[in-house]
């Protein structure tokens, strides 16, 4: 692990596992806590943690990375991510530059906002997610040699897939009538109303009486789903986005189908989409084998608002399937409320305490936002103990002694 000393005076690099041995009573002291912390939740594995402090100086990025380091040891595949957005003191302790990292993803790579394209940058997966991430209302239609469909969307959210060139045999009409649900004579009344009106032909054989409500539901739920798995392989071809408003992608008839979670069903995520490219490129390996580091990135105007953001949820759920063990750095609890933003989002937050420094009425009040909050704490570090009192030297060293040798 490579770290830049900037301040030979106050250097927090110095107290890096990095620059201890295995053996030294400090390593220890972090291979304890990683046991501990692994232990309080027993019933529930633990993949994802906040690590705070009350106010600053406490030591808690220090831990953070101390901690990631000893779990990076077990073989797991461990990411820090440094989301103190006000004061990113993590990423200055790495020797990489911190030009693009967690604010750039938010802001940047999931806030891109597509008018066309090719399906060549941008896959299908992306521009639905980017669409649903933006709440976007909206209709993508997308088009190659075989193929063209319309996706509508109405505030981020899939409603409906128009498959505008169906090959005649899957149209909804001649799929009733093969199931003599409809007649000929019947479906060429319809079709004759819906060249004079914008509603589909479902709803049209619904309000003329034709077909029953339960039927052009089931019928179209099998539309759906060739629909589906028809923009789910789609791999080349262009996109174009145009506006469309709420009273137009109406229907009379309520499918009652969550497109967007037949859509997941339907793909996989692809690692050589734009958003997994991006992300993938956001992140830095360290010199400890395991052990990843994704940066803060520019410090914005709004980090409680990033942070709190759909899209800072869609990439953190994308990491957990990447990493086996997430560390997330936050800023003190006391001044501001982003550790209390992002910790529903982990499985609990652990607060680093500084020996002899911090008032306990502040500790108490943050226990307390905590607890109203209703966010589990997992455990607390108390940090720069001074061992040579109260007898903590003396038991240290016997105990360290008989086991390591002197």
């Known amino acids: 692990m490579i770290f830049t000393k900037k301040d030979k005076k106050n250097n927090e690099a110095d107290n890096l596992l990095a620059n201890f041995p295995s053996g030294s009573r400090y390593a220890e002291s972090y291979r304890t806590l990683r046991t501990n912390l692994f232990f309080s939740m027993m019933e529930n594995e633990i993949k994802s943690i906040v690590v705070t402090s009350s106010v600053q100086g406490e030591g808690k990025t220090n831990t953070a990375i101390n901690l990631a380091h000893t779990i990076a040891q077990t073989d797991r595949r461990v990411l820090l991510m440094d989301c103190d957005l006000r004061r990113p003191h993590m990423t200055s302790l790495f020797s990489f530059k911190n030009d693009f990292g967690l604010t750039g993803l938010i802001t940047e790579t999931l806030g891109t906002r597509l008018t066309k394209g090719s399906l060549d940058k941008f896959s299908v997966e992306d521009l639905i997610q980017l669409t649903k991430l933006q709440k976007r209302t909206c209709c993508l239609s997308l088009e190659n040699e075989k193929t063209l469909v319309d ?155 990033l942070l709190g953001s759909s899209r800072t949820e869609f990439l953190l759920e994308y990491l957990k399937n990447r990493f086996d063990f997430i560390i997330l750095d936050t800023p003190p609890v006391m001044p501001v409320t982003d550790a209390l933003i992002m910790a529903p989002r982990t499985d609990g937050t652990l607060f680093v305490i500084k020996s002899g420094h911090t008032d306990r009425k502040i500790v108490h009040e943050m226990i307390a936002q905590y607890k109203k909050a209703n966010q589990p704490i997992l455990g607390a570090v108390l940090n720069r103990v001074d061992m040579q009192k109260e007898g903590y030297y003396r038991y240290y060293k016997k105990y360290y002694s008989s086991y390591y040798g002197k």
């Open 151 to 305: 996706v509508l969307f109405e505030k981020g959210r899939m409603v409906d897939i128009y498959w505008k060139n169906r090959p005649d045999s899957k149209k909804l009409a001649n799929t009733l009538i093969r199931e003599n649900l409809l007649t000929e004579k019947e479906a060429d009344l319809a079709l004759g109303h819906q060249k004079k009106s914008v509603q589909r032909l479902g709803s049209i054989l619904y309000s003329m009486g034709f077909v029953s409500e339960k039927d052009i539901s089931k019928a179209l739920s099998v539309h759906t789903i060739e629909a589906v798995k028809t923009i789910s392989s789609m791999e080349h071809g262009s996109f174009v986005f145009s506006g469309i408003s709420s009273d137009e992608i109406k229907q009379t008839i309520n499918n009652k189908i969550d497109f967007g979670r037949l859509y997941s069903e339907f793909t996989s995520t692809r690692h050589d989409s734009y958003i997994s490219r991006s992300i993938e490129s956001a992140i830095k390996p360290t010199d400890t084998e395991n052990l990843f580091l994704l940066p803060s990135g520019a410090v914005p105007p709004n980090p409680s608002e």
